[in-house]
């Protein structure tokens, strides 16, 4: 796919169905041609792990996928020792009367390889695209070690030594920011903030991704969603939480939004009961009040 240009790659992010303004194309573009992993940061639900996949479809590459947690180490994320068949390897050579060396124990044959090795050990033409996902979610001594990942796209095992990536992966690092992430791994980075969108980039991306919803439908609920992120509650709905919400509603066969059919389905974009009952009642009718919905 010809990605010679910005607007080449803004182009080509919308046939893939994600909308991109101007700053987040020249991001990825930057991260592409100087081969530097891509740091996205922003609210749960704004498009940052999507961005990923669709550069992995761009691209046609394959994506691995490093999901972080807390506790996540080196064995989860970057590789461990098959001790089964290690076990058996020993057994199979005391029945021969014979001795398996350290060498052979440990080599490549019994190392099971896990995301961050895939992605720097890949043999294939086409780099990967490799996304850690939520790297806020981790440990800070995981997130220092993804400093020599990121440095120089390489591993180094201490039985084996330093395996270095052939072609480097499309690295791209996502964070929601429940904690502040070192300086020093996002310098190794190009950065952006991907932040809630306005209305009209909003309804688009509605009209992209559902696109069997009536105009109307998708306009009031774009309105009635940028009347939430006013709102003083725990945890405002996302761009996935208006897409699972349209979804749902053109599941119910709704042509417009309708109070007691909105009132219903208020889980589908808002996760904590406090927020739900917030909403509900005289402020749910303020709000389709202000998106025009019949009350």
Known sequence: MNLNSIDDLQAALREQLYIADRGLATAIYLALR?????????????????????????????????????????????????YTRQMMHIRVHEARGEHASEAELFGPDFLLRRPL???????????????????????????????????????????????????????????????????????????YWIDYPGFDKEFEIVRAKVPQAPAQLARQITGFIQELRRADLYKVPGVAETLDWTAALVALDQ????????EETLGV??????????????NLRAILDRVKVTV
Do not use: M
């Not at 704004?46 to 990923?52: S, Y």
């Not at 042509?255 to 909105?262: D, I, K, R, W």
């Open 34 to 82: 100087l081969n530097r992993p891509l740091f996205l940061e922003g609210e749960a639900g704004v498009g940052k792990t999507e961005v990923a996949k669709v550069i992995a479809r761009l691209l046609d590459t394959d994506l691995i996928r490093l999901q972080c947690y807390e506790g996540l180490d080196v064995h989860h994320a970057v590789y461990e020792w098959n």
């Open 117 to 191: 090795l895939q992605a720097i050990e890949n043999t294939r033409e086409k780099a990967p695209v490799l996304l850690v996902d939520e790297v806020d979610r981790s440990d800070e001594e995981f997130e220092a070690f993804l400093l020599e990942v990121l440095s120089d796209f390489q591993i180094t095992i201490p039985e084996i030594g330093t395996i270095k990536a052939e072609r480097p992966p499309v690295a791209v690092i996502t964070s929601n920011r429940t904690r502040e992430v070192h300086d020093a791994l996002k310098r190794r980075c190009l950065y």
């Open 255 to 262: 042509q417009a939004l309708e109070p007691g059919v909105v």
């Open 269 to 282: 974009i808002l996760k904590y009961q406090d927020d739900v009952e917030k909403v509900r009642g005289e």
